[in-house]
């Protein structure tokens, strides 16, 4: 079992910046993979972004270059620094943690709100 609690939500004018937090109940070390994923209204979540234990990263087309997702072992959390925000980045962002391999997350945080104002 694994509970996920996200933060670091909020409003912010486009061209700005956010970091998001997920803090893990476990070990991320023990967790196969973290990331983001980020659902607008009236459209299907996506997947943002993506980091393996062993530090591989996996971004969205729409937010290369621009968000960049870490972790912190010593503080089980995964970090998503959004940068250069656009009002189309506007979505509830959930955290996610895959157990063994990637596909169908394993646990979900509870969502926090990003909304990117023009």
């Known amino acids: 079992q694994v509970q996920l609690v996200e933060s670091g939500g909020g409003l912010v004018q486009a061209g700005g910046s956010l970091r998001l937090s997920c803090a893990a109940s476990r070990s991320i070390f023990s967790i196969y993979a973290m990331g983001w994923y980020r659902q607008a209204p009236g459209k299907q979540r996506e997947l943002v972004a993506s980091i393996t234990r062993g530090g591989s990263t996996n971004y969205a087309d729409s937010v290369k270059g621009r968000f960049t997702i870490s972790g912190d072992n010593a503080k089980n959390t995964v970090y998503l620094q959004m940068n250069s925000l656009k009002p189309e980045d506007t979505a509830v962002y959930y955290c996610?943690?895959?157990?063994?391999?990637?596909?169908?997350?394993?646990?979900w945080g509870q969502g926090t709100q990003v909304t990117v104002s023009s």
């Open positions: 996610a943690a895959w157990l063994y391999g990637l596909g169908t997350p394993n646990y």
